[in-house]
C-alpha cells in the first residue's frame, strides 16, 4: 500500500464511519461490510467483488494503530482529510508525480522537496533512492605522527630513514562499509543518507551529525565480524622516510602526502615526525652553526699560533689564532656549519679554552719561573682591586 493510495482513498467513507470511529466501532462496520460483499455469498458479481477488496483494505489499514496513525497523518498534512479537498473532487494542491515518482532527485528548495523529505520521515521510504552513500565519497587519509631518533650528524646532514606507520584504512573484509561481505548497508531513513540531521529551534535551524547512523549516513544491519562494524583496520606499513638536513631535536618534520592513503581517489594525508637528536660528544648546535670547545696552551694564546680543529666530517681544519688571544675567544670557522634550507651551510664556532699543564718537567718549570720573574712588575688584580674598593 503506497503514501498515494493512503490519499486517493477514503477508509473511513468505505466503511461508513467518521473519522472519529474507535475501533469497536471500525470492527462492526467491516463485520457487516464483508458479510454483505462477501464473494462466497455473491458468486459472480464483480462490482461485489471489488467493493469487497476497498472494504478488507481499509479495514486492514483502520484496524491496524499505526498504520491508522499514519494514514490520518499523511491526510491531515495534504488537506485531504479533515474539511479539506476530497479525494476525486477536483485533485490535490500538490504534484504527486514528483513526489512519488520515485528517483529522489528533488531539485531546489521548493516545496515538492520539503513535502517529499516529510515522507521520507514518515515512512521509511527506503527503496528507490539513489543517492550517492558516505562511503563512496573520496576521502583524505589521515595524518600520522611517528618519531624518529637521529645521530647528531645525521641530523645536520639529513638522511633517510625507515618508518614503519600504523595507520587506519578501510577494513580489508568489509571493504570499509562496516557490514558483513556479501550484505550492505543500508541507507540512513533518518536523514537519507546525508549523515545530518537540521534542528529547529524557532528561527535557527542547527546541523547535527544525524544520531541514527551518527554521521555515516548508512545503516549496518549485519556488522563485519573482522572490524566489527567500524569499517576501519589497523594497516602497518614501512616507508623510507628522507629527514633533511638541518632539523633540531624536538623539531616535527612535515612530509606531505605521506601518511594514510586516501580512499576512493581522495588525497592521502601527511606524516609528521618528531625527531629526537642524540647529542654529540664533540660538537654542540647554536642554531645553523656548529660549536666546539678547543683547547689552546698558553703559549698558543700569547704568542699565536696555528692549530688544528675537527669539523664534523673531513680532515681538521687549520685555524689561525693570533697574538694575545684572550680565553673564551670564539673564532669563526666559515661553512662548517649545519646545511641550511637553500642548500648554503652555517659556520662552525670554535672558542679556545687555555688549558694549564697539569705537571712540568723541570725545563719547563725553570722556563716559566724566568717567564714569571721578567713580568713581575705586572699585577693582574691590580685593577680589580682598586675598583673593589671604590664601590
Ligand atoms: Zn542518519
Ligand atoms: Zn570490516
Redesign the pocket.
Known sequence: MSTKDYLEKDYYAVLGVPKTATAEEIKKAYRKLARQYHPDTNQGDATKETKFKEVSEAYDVLSDTKRRKEYDEARTLFGSGVGGQRPGGGGFPFDFGDLFGGTGQSTGGGAGERLGDLFGGLFNRGGGTTRTTTTSRPRRGQDIESEVTLTFTEAVEGTTVSLRLTSSAACAACTGTGARAGTTPRV?P??EGT?A?SRNLGNFAFSEP?R??KGR?LIVDDPCPVCEGSGRAKSTRTIQARIPAGVADGQRVKLKAKGAPGENGGPAGDLYILTHVKPHAVFGRSGDNLTITVPVTFTEAALGAEIKVPILKGMPVTLRIPTGTPNGRTFRVRGRGVTRKDGTKGDLLATVEVVVPKTLDDKSRELLSEFNTATAGEDPRAELIQRARSE
Do not use: I, Q
Open positions: 540512513c533518518t536523514c549523515g540531521a544525524c541514527d547512523c549516513g
